[in-house]
C-alpha cells in the first residue's frame, strides 16, 4: 500500500525527526505507528541511528509493529525481530540483525540487566520508542526503572501515547524524567508534587489525593511544550467521520485446535445434504462463540477455550487512555467473561445507562446489538466503539454503529473488529465489507467449509 501522509502524520514524523528525545501524544486512529515507524526509515536511511529498540505491550508487540511495517511500501525493507518468549528465544533474537527489535514491557528490565552484564556502560540501541508512554507513569515500578537506567545512554527516544495523563498530571512527572531526565518538570517527584499541587483528603500525615493549584496546568504545558506535540483526533481527522479498523488476534495452539477439530466435526456432517440458512446458523454460530473465546454446553453453561479477545479488548481500552468505550458484544458469556475481566463494566439495560453513559459517567459500557441498535443516542457519551463478537446481520451492524455515528457526534468515530485469524470471523467481516444478505452469506460461508474439507 502507497503511503500518502495527512498533513498532521507528516507534521508529526518531523517532530520526531526533529527533537532527539520528544513525547508524541497521539490520540487513538491517527496512525502513530506508521508515523514513527516512517520517522525510523528516515533515521536509518540517514545513518542517524542503526538499531532500535520498540517497547510494547505484549500482544501490541506480538503483532502491530511488524504488521504495519509490512503494510506499506516504504517500510518493506525495515528489519524487525520480536524480542519474546523464553529467555533463550529473546537472547536467541537479540542476536539477529535487525533494523528494529520489539519487546513487551514486561522484559525491559530482564534487557537492560543483560546489556549491562555483556557491554558493562555500553548500551546497545541509539533509538528507544515506549509505545504508551503512559504506561511508565509509575515511578516505582521496574518499567521505570529499567528505562531510566538506559535513558541516559541512548541518543533518541520518542514516547508514543493517547493521553499522557488520563487520570491525573501528576501522572506526568515520571514519562517527562524518561525523556529530559528531570530538567523541565524536577529530578524528583516531590518536588513536582509539591510545587505544582496541594493536598486534597488527608488523614493526618497520609494524603489520599493532590489537587492541581490554580494556573499550574498552564505551566506544567508550557515547561513541556519544546518537547511534546499533543493531537487529538477531532482536531485533526475531519474526513473521514468515521474509521473501520481490524484488530487481529492470533489463537494459542490449544484454542486453534479446538477450533479446528469443531469445524470439521461440525461442517462434515452436512457435507452431503443440502445446506439450508437454519443449519448453516447452527454451524457458524458455534464457530462465533469459539472464536470469541467460549461455547455454550447445557444449561447456558459455557467452557472458556481462550483469552485473546479479552486479551485484546484490554489493550484497546488501555490504549483509549480514560476516553468511553462501548463494547460489542453476541453471545451472553461474551457479557460474562468481559465484565469479569473489567468489573466496571457496565451492561446497557435501559435509560438510567443510556443518561449516564451519554453524562461521561460510564467509561467501559458494554451492549447488545440487537438492543442498542435502534433508536438510541449514544453519541454524547464517546466515540469509540469495539466489536468483541461479529453478528452476520448487515442491518444490526449499521444501526449498531449509528449509536455513535450521528449528528451530534462531536468527534471522529473509531470502529474497532476483534477478529480471531483464520476463524469464521475472517468470512463476517468480508459479508459486512460486501454488504451481502445474512442468509446468503451463512449458506456460503458453510459450502466454502465443506468444500474446504471435502477437497
Known amino acids: 500500500m502507497i503511503y500518502n501522509p495527512w498533513d498532521y502524520q507528516r507534521a508529526a514524523c518531523e517532530w520526531i525527526l526533529s527533537h532527539p528525545k520528544c513525547g508524541l501524544f497521539l490520540e487513538m486512529g491517527l496512525g502513530k505507528t506508521v508515523v514513527t515507524l516512517t520517522a525510523i526509515k528516515t533515521l536509518l536511511d540517514d545513518f542517524d541511528v ?80 515506549l509505545d504508551e508512554l503512559s504506561s511508565f507513569k509509575n515511578p516505582k515500578a521496574e518499567r521505570f526503572k529499567a528505562i531510566k537506567s538506559a535513558a ?25 524524567f524518561i525523556l529530559d531526565g528531570g530538567e523541565r518538570l524536577g529530578k524528583f517527584v516531590t518536588n513536582f508534587r509539591t510545587k505544582y499541587f496541594y493536598p486534597g483528603r488527608v488523614n493526618g500525615p497520609v494524603v489520599y489525593d493532590w489537587v492541581l493549584k490554580p494556573g499550574a496546568d498552564k505551566k506544567i504545558y508550557e515547561k513541556i511544550g519544546d518537547i511534546c506535540m499533543s493531537m487529538t483526533a477531532k482536531d485533526y481527522l475531519q474526513l473521514p467521520k468515521r474509521r473501520d479498523i481490524s484488530y487481529p488476534v492470533t489463537l494459542n495452539s490449544g484454542a486453534e485446535k479446538a477450533y479446528k477439530t469443531m469445524e470439521r466435526d461440525l461442517v462434515l456432517p452436512v457435507a452431503e445434504e443440502a445446506i439450508t440458512a437454519q443449519n448453516a446458523a447452527v454451524l457458524t454460530g458455534k464457530l462465533l ?25 484490554e489493550d484497546l481500552i488501555e490504549a483509549a487512555n480514560g476516553s468511553p468505550v462501548l463494547v460489542y458484544y453476541i453471545f451472553k458469556h461474551d457479557a460474562a467473561r468481559i465484565q469479569q475481566r473489567f468489573p466496571d463494566a457496565v451492561i446497557l439495560d435501559g435509560p438510567e445507562e443510556v443518561n449516564a453513559w451519554n453524562a461521561g459517567k ?19 457519551g464517546g466515540h469509540i466503539i469495539v466489536w468483541f463478537g461479529l453478528t452476520w446481520s448487515l442491518e444490526l451492524y449499521m444501526q449498531a454503529n449509528a449509536r455513535l455515528y450521528r449528528q451530534g457526534q462531536s468527534q471522529p468515530v473509531m470502529v474497532y473488529h476483534i477478529i480471531a485469524r483464520g476463524t469464521m470471523d475472517e468470512e463476517v467481516m468480508k459479508v459486512l465489507a460486501r454488504k451481502e444478505n445474512r442468509q446468503d452469506a451463512l449458506i456460503d460461508a458453510v459450502k466454502a467449509r465443506v468444500r474446504c474439507y471435502a477437497g
Open 362 to 380: 460510564i467509561p467501559l459500557l458494554i451492549a447488545h446489538p440487537a438492543s442498542a441498535g435502534h433508536g438510541l443516542n449514544l453519541q454524547k
Open 50 to 129: 542503526s538499531r532500535v529498540l520498540v517497547v510494547a505491550p505484549l500482544r501490541v508487540a506480538a503483532t502491530v509493529w511488524a504488521e504495519e511495517a509490512k503494510k506499506w511500501d516504504h517500510l518493506q525493507e525495515l528489519r524487525i525481530v520480536k524480542v519474546l518468549g523464553s529467555a533463550e528465544e529473546r537472547n536467541a533474537a537479540l542476536e539477529q540483525d535487525a533494523d528494529i527489535y520489539v519487546i513487551n514491557r514486561e522484559n525491559l528490565r530482564w534487557l537492560t540487566h543483560r546489556e549491562h552484564e555483556l557491554h558493562s556502560s555500553h548500551w546497545y540501541f541509539d533509538m528507544i520508542v
Open 289 to 313: 462463540q469459539l472464536s470469541n473465546g467460549a461455547i455454550y454446553t447445557q444449561d447456558d453453561a459455557y467452557i472458556t477455550i481462550h483469552d485473546a479477545k479479552l486479551d485484546a479488548l
Open 152 to 176: 541516559p545512554r541512548t541518543r533518541r527516544i520518542v514516547g508514543l501515547t493517547g493521553t499522557p495523563a488520563p487520570n491525573s498530571l501528576l501522572d506526568l512527572w515520571s514519562q517527562i
